[in-house]
């Protein structure tokens, strides 16, 4: 099993207003994430009172897109990632336990003590957990670090673009921009050889 831990930093620096604001913003991000990779997800992923987001997944597919749609909207986490066993106790992915989120724990608490990033990611793959687990987290990792390196209106074109499979025409009604602007923009960036290598992922 694939556990991923979501810490969102900057929820904690706003004030009661603010962070409403955020909470109904994220919801709506793990909502949508879940309803489009429900398949995926072996628990309902949680939004903690702790300000951490938490999966339970089989795929890359769902940690990488909720990924990207919290990159877009430029908020400051953190992200760990872990293999391993997992004791379902109940539906939602934070009252699950064991060692998949054990390990995605501590990659989440070495980011912390690093303390020389705004945003990163960590992993820890366990033993005994399979290859498609461990390459699914790698997988996450890679696509994640890819995304980073995107500007936010990169990272915009580009979701649109892979996860909306949206034609360059469309993304510029969507962007109100021009068919150019959008292509422009596309040419510069990564965004088509992650739609392949996704898409090969995905055969």
């Not at 938490?54 to 597919?61: A, F, G, I, R």
């Not at 990611?121 to 994640?144: C, H, Q, R, T």
């Not at 074109?157 to 996860?163: E, G, K, R, S």
Request: charged letters at 30%.
């Amino acid at each position: 099993m694939i556990a991923v831990i979501i810490d969102i930093v900057a929820s904690r620096d706003v004030d009661t207003r603010e962070r409403k604001i955020l909470d109904e913003k994220l919801r709506s991000i793990i909502d949508q994430t879940y309803r489009r990779f429900k398949k995926y997800c072996t628990a309902t992923p949680a939004l903690t009172q702790g300000d951490s987001i938490e999966l339970l997944v089989t795929s890359w597919q769902p940690a990488v897109f909720l990924l990207h749609r919290l990159l877009m909207e430029e908020l400051e986490f953190g992200v760990g990632l872990g293999t391993g066993e997992i004791m379902i106790q109940k539906e939602d992915a934070d009252e699950c336990d064991g060692p998949a989120f054990w390990n995605a724990r501590e990659a989440l608490e070495e980011i912390k003590s690093m303390k020389y990033m705004k945003r990163s990611a960590g992993f820890k793959l366990d033993e005994n957990a399979s290859d498609n687990e461990n390459n699914a987290v790698i997988n996450s990792i890679l696509f994640f670090t890819t995304l980073l390196g995107l500007s936010v209106t990169q990272r915009q074109h580009c979701y649109y673009y892979i996860w909306e499979e949206k034609r360059i025409s469309e993304i510029a009604d969507v962007m109100k921009t021009s068919k150019g602007n959008i292509s422009k923009t596309l040419s510069k960036t990564s965004c088509y050889l992650i739609e392949k290598v996704m898409a090969f992922l995905n055969r």
